[in-house]
């Protein structure tokens, strides 16, 4: 079946530093969503992405959707505390059901 | 306005015991879904409802039960507990098939 692996699984980082997840679909996607879940709370949507090559920014966030709609990438400029959380993403598998990736750990140390 | 409303938010059963998980949304959202999260592993889709009346198996449907009552309300039976069964379950809701969902904020199961 279908899976969406994300690395790194786990990282840390200092407060100003730069931050990158990876997201890869073994099937071409539909469409991708990201989530952020904060320490003890649920997931909150960020953003979703449709197009071949689509680049969002969102302040310092910015996401990118692959050529071949089969991965994905988040990027975190100058991290501070507040980016702390497990970020994850989700393929569309086109019937009705998203696949989460595994997700990735932030830790941001101040 | 309350989005996606779980109960309990926290549970400790018993081995073999049943219990119902109820969840409620008022975003008029035809889909919903329920998964788990376990450390390490993500989210996993257990069963999902495309709509009123409709309800499907996910990623990982053994053990479970669901029951679409209205549009509104989405729950989960354990009918038999098992200690593999504890983890944290997440109810969530979406409007057609490519919006974001919107998440409960879960509930704690403890099967001992």
């Known amino acids: 079946g279908q899976q969406v692996m994300q690395i790194p699984q786990y990282q840390h980082v200092q407060e100003g530093e730069d931050f990158t997840t990876y997201c890869n679909s073994s099937?071409?996607?539909?469409?991708i969503q990201w989530y952020k879940q904060r320490p003890g709370g649920h997931p909150v949507f960020l953003i979703q992405l449709v197009k071949s090559g689509e680049v969002k920014k969102q302040k310092r966030l910015t996401f990118q959707f692959g050529e071949a709609k089969k991965n994905s990438s988040l990027h975190i400029t100058a991290t501070q505390t507040t980016d702390v959380g497990t970020y994850f993403c989700?393929?569309?598998?086109?019937?009705?059901?998203?696949?989460f990736g595994t997700g990735t750990r932030l830790k941001v140390l101040a | 306005n309350a989005g996606v409303t779980q109960t309990p938010k926290f549970q400790v059963l018993k081995t073999g015991q049943s219990m119902t998980l109820q969840c409620a949304q008022d975003m008029n959202h035809n889909s919903m879904y329920w998964y788990r999260q376990d450390p390490g592993m993500g989210l996993r889709l257990i069963y999902y409802?495309?709509?009123?009346?409709?309800?499907d198996k996910g990623e990982v449907p053994n053990g479970y039960n669901v029951s679409r009552l209205n549009k509104r309300e989405f729950s989960l039976r354990l009918e038999s507990a098992a200690p593999s069964q504890t983890s944290v379950y997440f109810c969530a809701s979406g409007g057609y098939s490519n919006q974001p969902q919107h998440f409960g904020d879960g509930t704690r199961l403890s099967i001992l």
């Open positions: 409802s495309a709509s009123e009346g409709t309800t």
């Open positions: 099937t071409t996607l539909s469409n």
């Open positions: 989700a393929g569309f598998s086109g019937t009705y059901k998203y696949i």
